[in-house]
Structures are given as structure tokens and as C-alpha cells.
């Protein structure tokens, strides 16, 4: 959530035969704007967030 606006991913593993999808989602953030909250929902249906997020900077995020 960046300014009150939410913007959802959904990461989906596998695929077809012998395909994989990279684990990556991308944001568009508006220039000039602050730092954002970032909330993943992992599929054991754990909920962590992450407060202060700096726009245009790549975040690696793994489930705690």
C-alpha cells in the first residue's frame, strides 16, 4: 500500500511440463512517493507485513 493504494500479485509455482514461473512481482510506485507497506499472504495463509519499503528498490522477501 503505497498513499492508499493497493496493488496485488498472485505467485504461482509450476506451470505446464518442464516450465517454472519466476517467484517475482513487480510494482508500479508513483514518482516522488514515500516509503510503502508491503503485506504478503503466504500459502499456508501466514500474514506478514513489512512497514517502510523504499520505493525503486528490488526487496527480497522470505516467510518468518
Do not use: C, K, M
Not at 496485488?8 to 518442464?18: D, E, K, L, N, V
Amino acid at each position: 500500500e503505497i498513499d492508499g493504494v493497493v496493488q496485488r500479485r498472485w505467485i504461482f509455482s509450476g506451470g505446464g511440463y518442464a516450465s517454472v514461473s519466476a517467484p517475482l512481482a513487480y510494482f508500479g510506485v508513483p514518482e516522488g512517493a514515500g516509503n510503502a507497506t508491503l503485506r504478503v499472504r503466504w500459502p499456508d495463509g501466514h500474514e506478514q507485513t513489512l512497514g517502510g519499503v523504499v520505493p525503486a528498490r528490488r526487496l527480497v522477501v522470505e516467510r518468518r
